[in-house]
């Protein structure tokens, strides 16, 4: 376990930029201290660590919530889009740019996006299904 002095300088040269000769005098004045400074030292440099994790996992989690979001928006135009939506209909609804969502329609139409599961089979039962001679037929599942 690191002592007091070492857990102090880790902490400077984490959070704080010094030159050689500004650590060099504090890691001399830190160990000049009386013990109970020492103490009171580290108890606020635990406090600030403990402070930036708390904050740093709040963060991750926004973040996170925040790209659900927006991959649930997309996610939602790809399956509008396969549903004959026009690009202006979906961005009023999702929210996405019209230059988004007309990248997703090329890329779907061109092949490049995997279809949605319903589209890929043919559509879901009793949904017309185009056969070999380019007619529709029903598919009974």
Known sequence: MLDGVEKLMGFFETYVKLSDEEEQQLRSEVEQMETKEKERVLELIISYEQKGKIEGREEGREEGRKEGAEQEKRDIAKRMLMK?????????????????????????????EPPHAAHKTGGAKGQPRPSASGSLRLIPV
């Open 84 to 112: 004959g939506f026009d690009a202006q209909t979906i961005h009023e609804l999702t929210g996405l740019p019209v230059a988004e969502i007309g990248e997703m329609r090329r890329l779907q139409v061109n092949g490049n």
